[in-house]
């Protein structure tokens, strides 16, 4: 019997973002990568994902979108209030989960992980449509967005497997820089994505306004006339027709997409240097492997 | 010398609300009836105060809110964005202060009692503007919104100390009543209280349409053009003048705010009760008058 595919797109609409199961392969194989045989990764695996569930609803409330990958968003459908509220709800539902679980080391990780998400993002809002945003301040914001989340789901595996500090800090940096590979090929694809694959309509960051790295390579390598266009369509928030397509036109003639790609990739192998301290093994080959991916992937 | 007043009113402005004074009492005052002597409770007071904190930055954005108490609220200031994450990392901040001080009795407590609140704030949302709501759906509101933080605050008190069970229970029946308490005195005063003293216009529930124990019981007592009334200005929302005057009429006629007043005093009376575990104490006689007080306060 064929293998029934856990997504069809033609049953299921635009394919979800990888990023959550990105998170919970780190979460539980980076347990098991650490000879943790128990099941306790499993609940802290939700704790994880409540987390990251809880900042998407409130995502969408603070920036009033409609649509997240082509769905209506929760905001949209119910309302501001419901989603508020379910979203602490969530978070409070995180921690309790945590507290059963009974790992002080693991809420210490998390609830610090949950502050710089919050932190990070009042940043982001901070330097949002600002095209003066530095290379640097970029990175801050994605790794407070996906890279902190990443390298505490790797973490809490050698917690759980009682492993020292310095295996702890291994898959902490494992998962850091597989977070901010991830989240700069999501920024290139916004600007590549063939629709069909890409959960998202290309094009959705520069519509919003975010400046991700290939427009501040862009903006970087531009001269003074395509800088006034990147602080008019960004900024000033004054976008009319074609205008997305010469930001297409630009980013690509900088070399931008292509310089995004080339640190992604850089970063994804940092992530499977990470990996070195621990024995050969199919599941640390797996987990190296999924940082490759999370490089070439189309979508 | 004379003292100097904490809260001056030419100075300050509209006078803050009394319940986070309460609560501090609860948490720092449970902990000294309980013979703790450490510097703890000084921590995990401002944790329970953040969790509070947190749940007014979203109330305000979820209810599009531009004044508490008189004064601007966060998001009227600074709009939405940066009070849905502030809030989010107070809550955030909130559980790493429990996680410093590292029990995970106190964490049990409060997340439960966050994922309680927000639950809470998800049922009064369902029966907002509701006027068929009963004084039971009423209660179980208060007791999500109020009275559960309340007695968090108050058992902590015993954990610190690694009192009995027992006396854990008894604090937390202690700060329920009084939550309680508290919060029907607070429903009754939007109706009553005098503007000067109380921090809030009188008739703000009433323009929100929030449907609380005067209204319950002047609704239930009321004949069907009254009822007619209430569903007119608090399920349709329309509003017009000598609404309020009406209202405030209402309820004094069916001696909506004696009753009111009287169920406070029982579960003051509870309250009170329930430290009878304690010997006598000038704490325990101060935190019973606290209780009292709750009562008999006019802002």
Same mark, same amino acid.
């Given at each position: ?41 499993? %609940? #802290? ?8 569930? /809880?900042?998407? !609803?409130? @995502? $969408?409330?603070? +920036?009033? &979108? ?103 800090? %291994? #898959? ?8 901010? /590979?991830?989240? !700069?090929? @999501? $920024?290139?694809? +916004?600007? &590549? ?107």
């Amino acid at each position: 019997m064929a293998p029934v595919p856990i997504i069809d797109r033609d049953r299921d609409g635009p394919p979800p973002s990888l990023e959550p199961l990105f998170r919970l392969l780190l979460t539980l194989g980076c347990a098991r990568l650490c000879g943790y045989r128990g099941e306790r990764h499993i %609940a #802290l695996a939700a704790a994880v994902e409540f987390i990251h569930t /809880a900042t998407l !609803l409130h @995502d $969408d409330v603070v +920036d009033a &979108s409609d649509l997240r990958r082509g769905r209506d968003t929760a905001n949209a459908v119910w309302g501001n209030k419901p989603a508020v509220l379910v979203g602490d709800f969530l978070f409070a539902r995180s921690f309790q989960l945590m507290v059963e679980d009974g790992s002080l080391q693991v809420l210490e990780i998390l609830s610090r992980t949950a502050a710089i998400i919050a932190e990070g993002e009042v940043h982001q809002l901070i330097t949002a449509n600002d095209t003066a945003t530095t290379e640097a301040a970029y990175l801050e914001v994605i790794e407070a967005k996906t890279a902190a989340l990443f390298a505490a789901a790797s973490r809490i595996g050698a917690v759980l497997a009682e492993r020292p500090i310095e295996e702890e800090e %291994a #898959l902490g940096r494992f998962g850091r820089n597989l977070g901010i /590979a991830y989240q !700069l090929v @999501d $920024d290139m694809l +916004d600007f &590549s994505a063939r629709p069909s694959e890409f959960g998202k309509s290309v094009g959705d960051d520069f519509r919003d306004g975010k400046i991700t790295l290939p427009i501040v390579l862009a903006y970087a390598r531009g001269d003074s006339e395509e800088r006034a266009f990147w602080r008019r369509t960004l900024e000033e928030g004054e976008q009319g027709p074609g205008d997305l397509e010469r930001a297409l036109r630009l980013v690509e003639r900088h070399g931008a997409l292509a310089e995004t790609l080339a640190r992604a990739r850089a970063y994804a192998a940092a992530a499977i240097d990470a990996l070195s301290p621990f024995p050969a093994s199919p599941l640390r080959r797996a987990l190296a492997e999924s940082a490759a991916f999370a490089t070439e992937r189309g979508f």
